[in-house]
């Protein structure tokens, strides 16, 4: 069975290496685990799961068969640069926004392995819908523990690398805005003089409601239109997003999110 070596120990890791030990069948014989400075949190994270802590990477880059990148973005040159005289064809991922297979083989000696994961923080709870994408390089064996890692953490999404740039706005930065849409509800529920404890759970049990709405298939607008009686008071509330150029500001913000990620880019 293949071993995987995670360099960076943060959330994103610790969901990651979680779920995979949550699955029936594991895909890794062994899971080792590393990060920059932090040696505590390493111990800590050795007390709570079937990990092996190691000092650095270097001790076992060259003989794991999956290398998972996850730490900073901007940590991943310097990394690469340190791991790419070790490639003897391991499969390198990368869970960092904005770094794509293309920008690895780059930096990584010809015909190395690469592929990009982009889940968001739902993975932390196993839900996450993650964005994949793979290199030019990689086997339909690596393919299959790519797609096992994203199944650990919730569903799934292969898609080109430049797709994924695009789209990470929609599922990885997105859920920050439903938070924010969430949050301001609960601040006007809070002002009618309920308590904390009762907008929290106002707000949270109609988006959950929601959600498992749209999990019946049914189109947004379709359970849109249920909630809205022509010319009845939820209309109201729609026409006056709509004067307020809701859709336009999404669309500004799902673009000010892309923009942002391709400007570090280039
Ligand atoms: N959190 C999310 O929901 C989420 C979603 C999608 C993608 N991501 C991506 O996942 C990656 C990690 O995010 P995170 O939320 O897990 O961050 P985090 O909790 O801040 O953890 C970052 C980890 O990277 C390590 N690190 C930093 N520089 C390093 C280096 N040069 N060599 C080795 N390890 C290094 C840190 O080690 P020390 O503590 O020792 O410095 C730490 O363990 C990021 O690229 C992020 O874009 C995260």
């Known amino acids: 069975m293949p071993s995987i070596l995670f360099i960076g120990a943060g959330r994103m890791a610790e969901a990651i290496f979680s779920g995979l030990l949550r699955q029936p069948k ?10 920059r400075t932090n040696k505590e949190r390493l111990g800590e994270l050795a007390q709570r799961y079937a990990i092996t802590p190691v000092d650095t990477h270097g001790a076992i880059a060259a ?8 730490m900073p973005p901007s940590a991943h040159g310097e ?26 083989e780059a930096q990584l000696p010809e015909g190395t392995a690469a592929a990009w994961i982009m889940p968001n923080t739902a993975a932390q709870v196993g839900t996450s819908i993650s964005l994949y994408a793979f290199g030019k390089n990689v086997a339909e064996k690596q393919k299959l523990l790519v797609k096992e890692i994203v199944h650990a953490i919730g569903a799934g999404e292969e898609l080109s690398e430049e797709q994924i740039h695009d789209l990470t706005a929609i599922t990885g930065s997105a ?23 009762q907008a929290r759970h106002l707000v949270k049990t109609m988006l959950a409601g929601s959600v498992k709405m749209l999990e019946t298939g049914a189109p947004p607008q379709e359970l849109r239109d249920q909630v809205t009686t022509p010319g009845g008071a939820t209309e109201a509330g729609l026409v006056s997003l709509g004067n307020d150029h809701f859709s336009a500001m999404l669309e500004r ?4 999110v892309t923009d942002h990620a391709k400007n570090k880019r280039n």
Do not use: C, W
């Open 79 to 104: 990394v690469l640069s340190e791991l790419a005289p070790m490639i003897r064809g391991q499969l390198i991922i990368t869970v960092a926004a904005g770094i794509g297979p293309s920008d690895m």
């Open 26 to 35: 594991q895909p890794f014989d062994s899971i080792y685990v590393t990060n």
């Open 63 to 70: 003989k794991a068969d999956v290398l998972l990148l996850a």
């Open 175 to 197: 859920p920050a805005f439903v938070y924010e849409f969430a949050l301001q509800l609960e601040k006007m529920a809070l002002s009618y003089g309920i308590t904390d404890k």
């Open 253 to 256: 913000a799902v673009h000010a």
